[in-house]
C-alpha cells in the first residue's frame, strides 16, 4: 500500500471516530505502524530545491503531503472558533460535517507530527510565512504594526519547508490588516477551517479525483522567504493567473496571507481560485 493511501485511510479514520480519545485509538496505531515508511517519503521534501515533479505518478510526495495536511486539519479543528454567526455555511463543511471531528491536545497534535519529522514553529514577531490570522482586533491607530496577542494552534516546519502556519490572534492598524477581511475572506490553498471557507484544488473533484490534489510548498531559507514554489509564473496574468487587475501589493499579500487583508482597490477584481502565484521575498 502506497503511503499516499495510507494518510487518506488516517484522515478517514479520523473524520469517522465516535470515540473519547481520538490520539490513543486511531492516530497513535497508525503512527506505530507507518510513521517511518512516510517520514522517508517525504525527506526529499525538507530542503529547499531538493524535489521536484520530473514525470507524475499518482501518491508523489505532493499529494502525499497534501493527505497528511488533510489530517493536520481534521486535528486543529476544535482549537479553532465556530463560524461567525449569520455565515454562509462554507462547501466543505456540507462534505463533511467536520464538527463531527474529535478533539486532541496540544501536546498529542505536537507528538504525532513530531515522529513524522515536523518541528514546532517557535515564538516569533508576526510573519505571514508563519502565521496564519484567526481574528483581528482593529488597533486605533491606522498605521500600528500587526501585534500577536494569542495562539490558537502551533505551527509546524518540516526542515526548511512549512507545513502548517501557526494559527494567531492579532491588533493591527488599518492599513496592515482589516477586521473583517484580514480574518474572514477565504482562505487559499487550505482544506479545511472552522471559523471561515477555504478554497483548494480538491473542492469539487470526486472520492478518488480530489486526493490528486499538490501540497503548496513555501520554504524559509537563509536568504529569503520562498511562497509557492511549484507555480509557474505567467507575465501575461497577474499571481492568480487571471488578467491583472490586483495591485502588485495585492497579489503579494494574498500569496503571503492566503486570502486578502484590505479592501481591493478594484472591488471587480477576481480572487477566488484554488491557485495563486510564485514569490520570494528577501529575508532583511
Not at 14 to 38: I, K, M, R
Not at 165 to 181: C, K, Y
Not at 203 to 227: E, P, V
Request: glycine share 6%; with cysteine.
Amino acid at each position: 500500500m502506497s503511503s499516499a493511501l495510507c494518510v487518506r485511510r488516517l484522515f478517514h479514520a479520523v473524520e469517522e471516530y465516535q470515540g473519547v480519545d481520538a490520539f490513543l485509538a486511531v492516530v497513535d496505531p497508525w503512527l506505530d505502524e507507518h510513521a517511518d515508511a512516510v517520514r522517508e517519503a517525504l525527506s526529499p521534501l525538507a530542503v529547499f530545491g531538493g524535489w521536484t515533479r520530473a514525470t507524475y505518478e499518482f501518491g508523489d510526495p505532493l499529494e502525499l503531503l497534501y493527505a497528511l495536511s488533510r489530517v493536520s486539519d481534521a486535528l486543529i479543528y476544535k482549537f479553532q472558533p465556530q463560524l461567525p454567526p449569520g455565515s454562509e455555511t462554507p462547501w466543505a463543511h456540507d462534505i463533511h460535517e467536520p464538527e463531527r471531528w474529535p478533539h486532541v491536545t496540544r501536546a498529542q497534535y505536537l507528538a504525532a507530527f513530531s515522529r513524522l519529522g515536523m518541528t514546532p514553529i517557535g515564538e516569533a514577531m508576526f510573519e505571514p510565512f508563519f502565521h496564519e490570522v484567526v481574528h483581528v482586533t482593529q488597533h486605533q491607530r491606522p498605521q500600528a504594526p500587526v501585534e500577536i496577542t494569542g495562539t490558537v494552534w502551533p505551527g509546524l516546519m518540516f526542515g526548511q519547508m512549512l507545513f502548517n502556519r501557526t494559527g494567531v490572534t492579532v491588533r493591527a492598524g488599518a492599513q496592515h490588516l482589516v477586521a473583517g477581511i484580514a480574518d474572514r475572506s477565504p482562505l487559499h490553498e487550505v482544506f479545511m477551517r472552522r471559523y471561515r471557507e477555504t478554497l483548494d484544488g480538491s473542492l469539487g473533484w470526486g472520492h478518488n479525483s480530489q486526493w490528486k490534489t499538490d501540497f503548496r510548498r513555501d520554504y524559509l531559507t537563509d536568504t529569503a522567504f520562498h511562497f509557492n514554489v511549484d507555480q509557474e509564473p505567467d507575465p501575461d496574468q497577474d499571481l492568480l493567473g487571471q488578467p491583472k487587475r490586483l495591485t502588485a501589493a495585492e497579489q503579494s499579500d494574498l500569496v503571503r496571507h492566503r486570502c486578502l487583508t484590505r479592501p481591493l482597490q478594484d472591488p471587480h477584481a477576481s480572487h477566488r481560485t484554488s491557485q495563486i502565484g510564485r514569490l520570494t521575498i528577501p529575508r532583511t
